[in-house]
Antibody
Framework: QVQLQESGPGLVKPSETLSLSCAVSGDSISSRSYYGAWIRQPPGKGPEWIGTIFYRGDTYYSPSLKGRVAISVDTSKNLFFLKLSSVTAADTAVYFC????????????????????WGQGALVTVS | EIVLTQSPGILSLSPGERATLSCRASQSVTSNYLAWYQQKPGQAPRLLIYGASRRATGIPDRFSGSGSGTDFILTISRLEPEDFAVFYCQQYGSSPNSFGQGTKLEI
């Protein structure tokens, strides 16, 4: 059974860097179709995509967070990571790590798609 | 960025009734790459439908998705007590992928 588990500090000070890790079990990040994503959900609001990493390290980031976000992967440990810098109270949210399905776009190029397996989420408060 | 607008914001129904949730996109969704998720309080969202109409593994057949282009529908044919939750649509045909604001289905 595929499981994802987020871990990291639950409280971060304003202007500092939020760091989370995601441990994957029952699956291999090294598989050629593996896309790992981070999604956040502020209290009482809908989900927001932060960014996605392909197993070999290619990254895709939300335009609204680009410049503050970095996602990395350690395939040897089956982990992927999120760093979000210069945080403010607006970054307070539940952060989920997710396996994103591989889909094919119109001309056959592979792309990250829907979110098929989710971690339980980690609440991070900026204060 | 494609904006997804879900309606209604809140839907009040009873067990046994049929639920119809709408998701409208600001522009056509490439390849009908639209997914639906269910989220209960304190839990992560759960994938219900992908590709507009394909049920995810383990999802009961009372859940069905339809639509194409800019207009999509999630139908729950006969509501069970455990179905009441918040539902989100998501498009993944264009980057950046985006979510709707959600429909709360309440008893």
């Amino acid at each position: 059974q595929v499981q994802l588990q987020e871990s990291g500090p639950g409280l971060v000070k304003p202007s500092e860097t939020l760091s989370l890790s995601c441990a994957v079990s029952g699956d291999s990040i090294s598989s050629r179709s593996y896309y790992g994503a981070w999604i956040r959900q502020p209290p009482g609001k809908g989900p927001e995509w932060i960014g996605t990493i392909f197993y070999r390290g290619d990254t895709y980031y939300s335009p609204s967070l680009k410049g503050r976000v970095a996602i990395s992967v350690d395939t040897s440990k089956n982990l992927f990571f999120l760093k979000l810098s210069s945080v403010t109270a607006a970054d307070t949210a539940v952060y989920f790590c997710v396996r994103q399905a591989r889909v094919l776009l119109r001309f056959g190029e592979p792309s990250p798609g829907y979110y098929e397996s989710w971690g339980q989420g980690a609440l991070v408060t900026v204060s | 960025e494609i904006v997804l607008t879900q309606s209604p914001g809140i839907l009040s129904l009873s067990p046994g009734e049929r639920a119809t949730l709408s998701c409208r996109a600001s522009q056509s969704v490439t390849s009908n790459y639209l997914a639906w998720y269910q989220q209960k309080p304190g839990q992560a969202p759960r994938l219900l439908i992908y590709g507009a109409s394909r049920r995810a593994t383990g999802i009961p057949d009372r859940f069905s998705g339809s639509g194409s282009g800019t207009d999509f529908i999630l139908t729950i044919s006969r509501l069970e007590p455990e179905d009441f939750a918040v539902f989100y649509c998501q498009q993944y045909g264009s980057s950046p992928n985006s979510f709707g604001q959600g429909t709360k289905l309440e008893i």
